[in-house]
C-alpha cells in the first residue's frame, strides 16, 4: 500500500531487527498530544478529501502503516493524522500524512533518517522526489505523496506542503548536539539525529547490543567525514550524566579493544575507531580510514578549538 508507507517503507530493516518490545523502552514519550489542534487541508488545486481526516495513535498506528511503524515509534510518536485526496481530470490520489513526534528534535529526526531529494522552501528541510514531498516543522514531520506523479499532481503535492506548513506551529530549530558535529568534510545530507540503537544500526552497524546504552534520555548527533582521502563517521552522545557517558566510553572500548590511554584501535578491516567522554558527552569514531582521521575528529569533538569549523 504505497500511499501508506512513504517514509516508514525505508524502515523495513527495522522490521526484521526490532520487535514490539525493542521500542517499547522505559520512559518512551507515550501521552496522548496536547498540541492545538491541526486541521489538514479540505481541498488544494482541485483535489479533495475522499473522506474524512484518520487519526492514529501508538496503539493503533500499525493499523494504519502495516508495521512499518518502528521509525517514528523510536521517536516518540504521538500521534498520525492522515486524509486521502482525490484527483480531477484522472489525476492520482494524493494522501497526506502528518506525524506528531515527542519534540521539534525528534521530528527533525524523522526527517533526517532519509535525506534524499531536491530541496524545496518549504517549513524546515523540505525535500522533494519523485511524488513525495517531506519536511519537518516544530515537533511535527509531514509527508504528502502522490500515487502517481504528473506535473499537475507534482504542483498540487508542493501546493499542499505549503497549505500544511501555514496550519503548523512556527518553531522548531536543529538540536544542539548536531550543530556541534565537527565541519570540515562533514557531509550534510549524511548527518543523522536519535535515540535509538535500531535506527544507528540503520546507518552505520555498530553492534547487535545497545552498546551505548542509548534511548529516550540521550540525544546523539551521527555525521559522515571525508578528508584528505580517508572516510568515517563520528557520532556524538549526550547523556543525563557524565558517569553514563564514562559507561558507555568503557563498553565501547572494551567492545573493540580500544587502548586504554589513546582511546584508538584499529578494528580488522573496518578501519579506525575510537572513543572518549567528556563531562556528559561521548565522542565515537567509527569506520575511519586512518589513523590519523581518527585521532582528529574525536579531538575536534570534544574540544572544538583544536579545529573542525570552516
Same mark, same amino acid.
Request: charged share 20%.
Given at each position: 500500500?504505497?500511499?501508506?508507507?512513504?517514509?516508514?517503507?525505508?524502515?523495513?530493516?527495522?522490521?526484521?531487527?526490532?520487535?514490539?518490545?525493542?521500542?517499547?523502552?522505559?520512559?518512551?514519550?507515550?501521552?496522548?498530544?496536547?498540541?492545538?489542534?491541526? !486541521?489538514?487541508?479540505?481541498?488544494?488545486?482541485?483535489?479533495?478529501?475522499?473522506?474524512?481526516? $484518520?487519526?492514529?495513535?501508538?496503539?493503533?498506528?500499525?493499523?494504519?502503516?502495516?508495521?512499518?511503524?518502528?521509525?517514528?515509534?523510536?521517536?516518540?510518536?504521538?500521534?498520525?493524522?492522515?486524509?486521502?485526496?482525490?484527483?480531477?481530470?484522472?489525476?492520482?490520489?494524493?494522501?497526506?500524512?502528518?506525524?506528531?513526534? $515527542?519534540? &521539534?528534535?525528534?521530528?527533525?529526526?524523522? &526527517?533526517?533518517?532519509?535525506? !534524499?531529494?531536491?530541496?524545496?522552501?518549504?517549513? =524546515?528541510?523540505?525535500?522533494?522526489?519523485?511524488?513525495?514531498?517531506?519536511?519537518?516543522?516544530?515537533?511535527?514531520?509531514?509527508?504528502?505523496?502522490?500515487?502517481?506523479? *504528473?506535473?499537475?499532481?507534482? &504542483?498540487?503535492?508542493?501546493?499542499?506542503?505549503?497549505?500544511?506548513?501555514?496550519?503548523?506551529?512556527?518553531?522548531?530549530?536543529?538540536? $544542539?548536539?548536531?550543530?556541534?558535529?565537527?565541519?570540515?568534510?562533514?557531509?550534510?545530507?549524511?548527518? =543523522?539525529?536519535?535515540?535509538?540503537?535500531?535506527?544507528?544500526?540503520?546507518?552505520?552497524?555498530v553492534d547487535d547490543e545497545n552498546l551505548l546504552g542509548l534511548g529516550p534520555s540521550t540525544s546523539a548527533a551521527l555525521g559522515r567525514y571525508a578528508r584528505d582521502g580517508s572516510q568515517g563517521y563520528l557520532l556524538l552522545v549526550d547523556y543525563p550524566s557524565a558517569s553514563l557517558a564514562g559507561s558507555a566510553a568503557d563498553a565501547f572500548g572494551k567492545r573493540f579493544a580500544l587502548d586504554p590511554t589513546e582511546g584508538i584501535a584499529q578494528? *580488522?578491516?573496518?578501519?579506525?575507531?575510537?572513543?572518549?567522554?567528556?563531562?556528559?558527552?561521548?565522542?565515537?569514531?567509527?569506520?575511519?580510514?586512518?589513523?590519523?582521521?581518527?585521532?582528529?575528529?574525536?579531538? !575536534?569533538?570534544?574540544?572544538? =578549538?583544536?579545529?573542525?569549523?570552516?
Amino acid at each position: 500500500m504505497q500511499q501508506r508507507q512513504a517514509l516508514a517503507l525505508l524502515a523495513v530493516v527495522l522490521v526484521v531487527a526490532i520487535g514490539l518490545a525493542a521500542w517499547l523502552w522505559p520512559g518512551c514519550p507515550r501521552a496522548t498530544s496536547t498540541a492545538p489542534a491541526v !486541521e489538514l487541508p479540505a481541498s488544494v488545486d482541485g483535489w479533495t478529501p475522499r473522506g474524512p481526516t $484518520a487519526s492514529y495513535d501508538p496503539t493503533t498506528i500499525f493499523d494504519y502503516i502495516d508495521g512499518h511503524a518502528e521509525v517514528y515509534l523510536a521517536y516518540g510518536l504521538r500521534r498520525c493524522l492522515t486524509r486521502r485526496y482525490g484527483g480531477p481530470d484522472g489525476e492520482a490520489d494524493i494522501v497526506v500524512d502528518l506525524f506528531e513526534l $515527542a519534540s &521539534a528534535a525528534d521530528a527533525f529526526g524523522v &526527517a533526517t533518517y532519509d535525506r !534524499e531529494g531536491s530541496s524545496v522552501a518549504i517549513g =524546515r528541510d523540505a525535500l522533494l522526489r519523485h511524488g513525495w514531498l517531506s519536511f519537518w516543522q516544530d515537533a511535527f514531520f509531514v509527508s504528502v505523496l502522490s500515487e502517481r506523479e *504528473t506535473g499537475r499532481s507534482r &504542483a498540487a503535492v508542493v501546493a499542499m506542503g505549503r497549505d500544511l506548513a501555514n496550519r503548523l506551529p512556527s518553531g522548531g530549530s536543529v538540536p $544542539a548536539i548536531v550543530s556541534a558535529l565537527p565541519a570540515v568534510g562533514l557531509d550534510p545530507r549524511q548527518v =543523522r539525529f536519535l535515540r535509538h540503537s535500531q535506527i544507528l544500526n540503520t546507518h552505520l552497524f555498530v553492534d547487535d547490543e545497545n552498546l551505548l546504552g542509548l534511548g529516550p534520555s540521550t540525544s546523539a548527533a551521527l555525521g559522515r567525514y571525508a578528508r584528505d582521502g580517508s572516510q568515517g563517521y563520528l557520532l556524538l552522545v549526550d547523556y543525563p550524566s557524565a558517569s553514563l557517558a564514562g559507561s558507555a566510553a568503557d563498553a565501547f572500548g572494551k567492545r573493540f579493544a580500544l587502548d586504554p590511554t589513546e582511546g584508538i584501535a584499529q578494528v *580488522t578491516d573496518r578501519g579506525w575507531f575510537a572513543a572518549r567522554a567528556r563531562d556528559a558527552r561521548l565522542a565515537a569514531v567509527i569506520d575511519a580510514g586512518s589513523q590519523q582521521l581518527a585521532a582528529t575528529l574525536l579531538s !575536534e569533538a570534544l574540544d572544538p =578549538r583544536t579545529g573542525g569549523k570552516p
